[in-house]
Antibody
Framework: EVQLLESGGGLVQPGGSLSLSCAASGFTFNSYVMNWVRQAPGKGLEWISGISGSGRSTYYAESVKGRFTVSRDNSKNTLYLQMNSLRAEDTAVYYC??????????????WGQGTLVTVSS | SYVLTQPPSVSVAPGQTARISCGGNNIGGKNVHWYQQRPGQAPALVVYDDSDRPSGIPERFSGSNSGNTATLTIGTVEAGDEADYYCQVWDNTSDHPVFGGGTKLTVL
């Protein structure tokens, strides 16, 4: 059974930093592109970052480029998101999501339960 | 970047059919995926590649895609179908995924 479990959310001041983790199990972790998708309170879904199975390629939405860094440790089956220079508008639930493989590369087939990040003074 | 437009809300009585639209420029040329997000839960894939269903998703959920509009259809709606629904495509220009703004389905 595929499982994705995020952790690391919490309250942080504007301009501060926070690191999120996503522990994966139930599949061959290094075979999949992994992603972070966030959802501001009462708002819709926003894809913010992805990383290739090997970790060599990373992808970012313009809204977080230069501030957030995605990485992975395939030996630990864990995905990370380092968030710096946080702003109030970064307040959201952050989901870890697996992208489909092969011809299904464009969809997200499994999601974690999310972790809440609140940026406030 | 590519924009997907969904109605903010759709209401339907139990047992009726709900249709949720997703508009985009020539969206008929893209693969559209739909996610259901029940209150307080993570999104879950309910339809992929316009009209296919993942295992475990009832046949009541179906989809279509043509021209500038994709549609998620939920037949014989139940109270448990009350949720937010999001369409999603891959934007070849930005090489990033794009989500619609979401539609809240209310079962009257």
């Amino acid at each position: 059974e595929v499982q994705l479990l995020e952790s690391g959310g919490g309250l942080v001041q504007p301009g501060g930093s926070l690191s999120l983790s996503c522990a994966a199990s139930g599949f061959t972790f290094n075979s999949y592109v992994m992603n972070w998708v966030r959802q501001a309170p009462g708002k819709g879904l926003e894809w913010i970052s992805g990383i290739s199975g090997s970790g060599r390629s990373t992808y970012y939405a313009e809204s977080v480029k230069g501030r957030f860094t995605v990485s992975r440790d395939n030996s630990k089956n864990t995905l990370y998101l380092q968030m710096n220079s946080l702003r109030a508008e970064d307040t959201a639930v952050y989901y870890c999501a697996r992208r489909g493989s092969g011809r299904y590369f464009g969809l997200f087939d499994f999601w974690g339960q999310g972790t809440l990040v609140t940026v406030s003074s | 970047s590519y924009v997907l437009t969904q109605p903010p809300s759709v209401s339907v009585a139990p047992g009726q059919t709900a249709r949720i639209s997703c508009g985009g420029n020539n969206i008929g040329g893209k693969n559209v995926h739909w996610y259901q997000q029940r209150p307080g839960q993570a999104p879950a894939l309910v339809v992929y590649d316009d009209s296919d269903r993942p295992s475990g998703i009832p046949e009541r959920f179906s989809g279509s895609n043509s021209g500038n509009t994709a549609t998620l259809t939920i037949g014989t709606v139940e109270a448990g179908d009350e949720a937010d629904y999001y369409c999603q495509v891959w934007d070849n220009t930005s090489d990033h995924p794009v989500f619609g703004g979401g539609t809240k389905l209310t079962v009257l």
